[in-house]
DNA sequence: AAATCATTATATGTCCGACAAATAACACAT
DNA sequence: ATGTGTTATTTGTCGGACATATAATGATTT
């Protein structure tokens, strides 16, 4: 706790005692449960005010890094992956580039799944599925409703059975919808051609993929689902000529 | 039943004034570019002392959503969509069911990612990644130095022109790594065992699918060059019984 | 002696005032 | 009009003070 002491007054004071917080979390080895020096001897190890401190502290409190019970002092503990993200996913605060991102992002890790979900699919799932499709409420060219999407595809994720990603979809969904919305101009004659030539592939259909344990149909049923979504970046995205 | 007494009996004013500041961005439709009220005003106006106010900024600073500059005021500014996260993917600071679930979400995304990469990828793409395999280092039983693994899966990402995903991959990557060593015990003779029967996948064979333009192919490659991991993961999670 | 209750000491949460540093705005000189 | 110096303002940092909660200790009761 000797070494910590900051010299460079470029960054600010807090973004620093940050990085040494980490820094010696890290280098001590310390983990979820391990307790910290209280506030004080920080402060004076680091050889700033308690204000700093506290501020940096507050940063890593809100990743859930750090709890702090009074008197108790504080304990190291696991932090929440996303919970930073959770903050700031909102569509207003974000450039259109970062949402195109955040849609393709989507869509990759929805059709990557399917591996995943043909692993883990069990008769329940099955006829919790079939609920969905069953109640599932269509509007005009076999678009769905937001709910009866959120929905289906929510239960997708769940039966991956990893938490970390149905977080992950659960904070980017607002994106999709918003997308969704404020282009509709693009999507709603997209979906509505497909609807008429019947080439849109309907949560049913993937629902009968998945019934016949069909993973490369499955697998080609949500790329088609996901059509408008591709050729809808393709275009927001037309020169990707980095390097 | 003694876990679950309630400890943190308030929540904080910070917590409380840092979900303020943010429904107040949100309700006045307030995004990048736009300034806020100074320190004094805010902490007035939210009935908190200063410090308290300078705790929940220094938060929102931390994801880049404010910008501040001395005498100017405070900005909103586009939020980094991964910089929480980035402090806090620390193989030590996460559960195993966390580092496995983050295994799991990269896999899945990495196969996903597929369809994207075949809808961008160009000659210079192509000659990149030959360099790479040419250059690669291989130890025994086809394994790859974690540098190729790194060159050749970031040259992929890289192909999706999608940043976030890329951004999102370098931070998650040292996970994978640690995993391989952590578990190495399960994965050399599997890869030992795949190597001899000549059935693993290997960049090369990765890239001639590339090259012919073999969708179909390129995917079960990519699936098959996953599978330690995905067996890996159903090992380790063998009862997934939610619900 | 064991259990219960009251007191004390201590760590975090919050407030406040002060000053430093940076710089936008203004005033002034040429 | 241009350049220069001064002033005012805003954020960054410090330190002290008190509130609150509670672990630790000691006092009281049974």
Do not use: C, W
Not at 53 to 69: D, N, P, Q
Not at 144 to 157: G, S
Not at 175 to 197: G, M, T
């Amino acid at each position: 706790m000797n070494d910590l002491r900051i010299v460079n007054h470029q960054v600010t004071l807090v973004d620093q005692v940050e990085d040494r917080l980490l820094g010696y979390f890290k280098d001590n080895n310390l983990g979820p449960g391990d307790p910290i020096p209280k506030e004080l001897e920080l402060a004076e190890a680091l050889g700033v005010g308690r204000s700093v401190l506290r501020e940096a502290l507050s940063r890593l409190r809100m990743l859930g890094l750090i709890e702090t019970r009074t008197r108790r002092g504080m304990l190291l503990a696991e932090p929440s992956l996303l919970r930073g993200m959770k903050r700031i996913v909102e569509p207003n605060m974000l450039s259109d580039k970062t949402l195109f991102n955040i849609l393709g992002f989507r869509v990759a890790l929805e059709i990557g799944m399917s591996e995943m979900i043909f692993q883990n699919l069990n008769k329940k799932h099955i006829e919790d599925l079939e609920d969905i499709v069953k109640r599932g409420v269509v509007k005009k060219f076999s678009e769905y409703t937001p709910v009866t999407e959120y929905e289906f595809h929510t239960k997708l994720y769940e039966v991956t059975g990893n938490s970390t990603i149905m977080e992950f979809q659960a904070i980017i969904r607002p994106v999709s919808v918003f997308l969704k919305e404020r282009f509709q101009d693009y999507f709603l004659p997209i979906n509505k051609e497909l609807s008429k030539a019947g080439k849109l592939v309907s949560h049913k259909d993937l629902l009968d993929f998945l019934k016949k344990g069909d993973k490369e149909g499955f697998r080609r049923g949500m790329i088609d689902h996901f059509g408008p979504y591709y050729s809808f970046l393709k275009r927001e995205n037309p020169f990707e000529k980095k390097n």
